[in-house]
């Protein structure tokens, strides 16, 4: 028994010295947990529900910030782009993964050249496409061109939204790709044999065996994403702002504005007690994924 | 069957086979293609004097994507002027940050891994779900804690909250459970301490892992864009990130010095992405998608 090699030289007094060794080798992540994201979460709740010295935890921020129509505005923004954008960018993820896995000539090349993008500082992709999708930009020409007439994108309460949609999957969907390449690559070549004896066309072959066996890194790729999407800023702040018409005012730069813009601390604090309320009870799903097959229990 | 029925037959799949590959090769490139199109299009502009950058657009010719009169013009000028400056300062944040949060995480995952201890379940759901909180969700209460501890515009403000990195932790300790025990009862026999086992067996051990790990934390700190913002608004402690977003908010921008400072800051990671993408690959294949 390793228990009983390990007990005989050290002793009790070497299980203490463990807990020792074990709380030293902690403390440095212990610390930085706590001040860096258990403090400023409890900070912001605590601002938020006016928790203070002889008051009692208040829910009036919330009332203030649920009768402003920026912010129930920058709600309804924020679930329209995920409605929208999570689909579309995990359909074009399982597309490109499968279409990448084939055995095609280069392939590996291919796969690199779509996950380039997501090296590229989300700020930098912005500023590039920014300019692309200017009125007298690249894109435009290249619509005029094909006949399609010069479009507004960025500049239209109509097109900014989708402008951006496009811009964060140019971003983003080589790497959520790259998860699902991975969970297609531990599925048994034997089904696909199997399935073609009998038969099965590719169609059939993909309902009936890829999608059932790709779907826990599927549901974790739909959980990272979808938390991914809530916190998109660095686009909206460089590229809208949140206009025009507050059309692309999501719920980080609805946030970020309400901070520094309005200097409305407490406002903040609300919506930051909201966001993380959302994004933890996402992410308590994917940690429960990413415990699935661990060795822990 | 007769051969006569049957040889056809066999011809018409062959022809089928060979339309549909060529088919999904061509998807594959086209899809390549429009992943790389814009960074082509943003390192091409940074070869051209900014007044050229809109001028061959139309009618599309090969012109529109590669530049007609190339220049290094724009590169003089970057590096002689406050980018140099940025991309010193984003370079010794994200070094920093990988020197010490490997340490960090390596040290926490090793405790997690290899010490027993009571209530390790508890801590390291604690502190694997607290890190798993996205760093922006918080960045701005955060920000107003780090102003108050005097951080605004330093180096320290700007590594601190990269370092710990839940899915670092995570990775490693995943790692480091798969390397056996009795290496480190046999060394304990020998009298080496737990810092011994921990620095000269369990890191040595953990290269792949500890390169997927240092991966992480390095692209957190080359992407950030919203703390650098709230922390480090002064010019002499602006990341890249921040230099590229000013740049395109100025009036009367030089959009030819622009994309030469976008290609600088895209082509850092993308280089450390080649060279490590076997590990870069590995490391998201234990974030737990596995089956």
Known sequence: MPDGVRRRPAGLTGRHREWLAAAGFLAPAVVAVLVLRLWPTLQAVMVAFEVGPGS?????????????????????????????????????????????????????????????????????????????????????????????????????????????????????????????????????????????????????????????????????????????????????????????????????????????????????????????????????????????????? | MSAGVAAPERSARRRRRGALPTLLLILAMLAALYSVMPLIWAAASGLRPGTEIFRYLSPLTIWSLLPRHPT???????????????????????????????????????????????????????????????????????????????LQNTYTGLVLPGLGNGLAVFMLRQFFLGIPRVLSEAAMVDGLGWWGIYFRIYLPLSRPALIGAGLILFVFQWQAFLWPLLIAPAPEVHVVAIAIANFAGEFGVDYGEMFAATSFAALVPMVIMLFFQRYFAASLATSGTKE
């Not at chain 1, 291919?110 to 500023?127: D, G, K």
């Not at chain 2, 290899?114 to 996205?134: C, Q, T």
């Open chain 1, 56 to 297: 009692l935890p208040s829910l009036a921020n919330f009332r203030f910030l649920f009768a402003d129509p920026e912010f129930t505005g920058s709600l309804a923004t924020t679930a329209l782009y995920s409605v929208l954008v999570n689909p579309i960018q995990i359909a074009l993820a399982l597309g490109l993964a499968v279409l990448l896995n084939q055995a095609l000539p280069a392939v590996g090349l291919w796969r690199t050249l779509v996950l380039l993008p997501v090296a590229v500082p989300q700020a930098v992709s912005a500023v590039i496409w920014g300019v692309a999708m200017r009125p007298d930009g690249p894109l435009n020409a290249a619509f005029q061109a094909l006949g399609l007439g010069a479009q507004p994108f960025l500049t239209s309460p109509r097109q900014a939204l989708a402008s951006i949609i496009v811009i964060v999957s140019w971003i983003g969907v080589g790497y959520w790709m790259t998860f699902l390449i991975a969970g297609l690559k531990d599925i048994p070549t034997q089904y696909y044999e199997a399935a073609a004896i009998d038969g099965a066309g590719a169609w059939q072959r993909f309902r009936l065996i890829t999608l059932p066996l790709l779907r826990r890194p599927l549901t974790f790729v739909l959980v990272a994403d979808t938390v991914a999407n809530f916190l998109v800023f660095a686009p909206v702040e460089i590229l809208t702002r949140g206009g025009p018409q507050g059309s692309t005012n999501l719920v980080m730069n609805e946030i970020y504005n309400r901070a520094f813009d309005q200097g409305d601390t407490a406002g903040a604090a609300a919506a930051t007690t909201i966001l993380v309320l959302v994004v933890v009870a996402v992410v308590s799903i994917q940690f429960r994924l990413m415990l699935a097959k661990d060795d822990f229990s």
């Open chain 2, 72 to 150: 290094l013009a724009n590169l003089h000028v970057l590096w002689s002027g406050p980018f140099a400056r940025a991309m010193t300062n984003s370079i010794i944040v994200a070094t920093v940050t990988v020197a010490v949060g490997l340490l960090l995480c390596s040290s926490a995952a090793f405790a997690l891994a290899v010490l027993r201890f009571p209530g390790k379940h508890a801590v390291f759901a604690v502190m694997v779900v607290s890190f798993l909180i996205p760093f922006d969700s918080i960045a701005v209460p955060l920000s107003t804690l780090f102003r108050g501890f005097g």
